[in-house]
């Protein structure tokens, strides 16, 4: 069992940054790969990046390559969300999920475990 909770979201004007935080319990972080996603109202929820269990590898949706990097911190049971150069189409409720494989990372429905989402506002 992965119990995840997200945090560092808030409102920021267009052009600036946030940072998203994802704490984890449980000894076994380090084996699952991680992801962050994030759903605007009325719409579906959406991939934004993933990370593979060591960090090796990263993979980011197109609408945010070169704007955002993910990362984690296997010590802390962390991963993280940097978001630079924001935009109002960025806005959403951003979820940090748990994979105990890598495989099909961007679909929101392989996924095992899911955080309670923390609010991004982009303001123009």
């Known amino acids: 069992q992965v119990q995840l909770v997200e945090s560092g979201g808030g409102l920021v004007q267009a052009g600036g940054s946030l940072s998203l935080s994802c704490a984890a319990s449980g000894r076994t972080f380090s084996s699952y790969s991680m992801g962050w996603f994030r759903q605007a109202p009325g719409k579906e929820r959406e991939f934004v990046a993933a990370?593979?269990?060591?960090?090796?590898?990263?993979y980011y949706a197109e609408s945010v390559e070169g704007r955002f990097t993910i990362s984690r911190d296997n010590a802390k049971n962390t991963v993280y969300l940097q978001m630079n150069s924001l935009k109002p189409e960025d806005t959403a409720v951003y979820y940090c999920a748990a994979h105990s494989t890598s495989i099909q990372l961007g679909s929101p429905q392989t996924y095992d475990y899911w955080g309670q989402g923390t609010q991004v506002t982009v303001s123009s």
């Open positions: 990370i593979n269990w060591s960090g090796a590898r990263t």
